[in-house]
């Protein structure tokens, strides 16, 4: 390997990882909405994450099988399914990048939640361009995670309606 390989390969990463945190950037600016639900599913419920990001990821491999099909209309659906898994997991991501971020700033008390996000999106866009092991390792695992918050937070979002209760009556009332 010579050096001006090992160079483009150096660029290559480092544009990787500053597109992807730029990308993040851009999905929470851009639904905020949605974003903000990935990163509550992430804080609140973080196994039901897990759980539904491991489905998604059945059907991306489902998606993939597809798409090596030699119909092509099974291969356009594969590709679809694939698209619209992927930019579920987008979502998802900017909500991890989000929680990161909002996160390191309670840390250092920063103030303006713009420059959290970048942070946030930088330290996992960082930790997912390490070499083996944020590859191997933390990669699939964030994604699978942000898979599962991002499909809750694109899912028709419904508040949970509580049950009316009677009043309760006070010595006074009596």
């Known amino acids: 390997m010579t050096l001006a390989q090992v ?9 990787l990882v500053a597109t992807w945190a730029g990308l ?8 905020p909405q949605q974003t903000g ?30 798409a090596g099909a030699p119909q092509p209309l099974a291969k356009l659906l594969g590709f679809l399914l694939m ?12 909500g991890v990048a989000a ?3 909002r996160r390191m700033s309670e840390m250092t008390g920063a103030r303006t939640s713009f420059g959290a996000l970048v942070r946030g999106s ?3 866009s960082l930790a997912l361009g390490f070499p083996w092991i ?10 699978i995670f942000a898979a599962g918050a991002g499909f809750r937070a694109v899912w028709p979002w419904r508040p949970r309606v509580l049950p009316a209760t009677a009043p309760v009556p006070t ?4």
């Open 171 to 174: 010595c006074e009332q009596s």
């Open 122 to 124: 930088i330290a996992y």
């Open 7 to 15: 160079q483009i390969s150096v660029a290559i990463v480092t544009a």
């Open 24 to 31: 993040l950037v851009s999905v929470a600016l851009l639904l």
């Open 134 to 143: 944020g590859w191997m390792i933390f990669a699939p695992v964030s994604m």
């Open 83 to 94: 698209s619209v898994l992927l930019a579920v997991m987008t979502v998802g991501a900017a």
């Open 37 to 66: 639900r990935a990163e509550y599913e992430l804080e609140t419920n973080p196994k039901r994450c897990l759980l539904r990001g491991v489905g998604l990821a059945l059907l991306f491999f489902v998606g993939l099988f597809l």
């Open 99 to 101: 929680l990161m971020g």
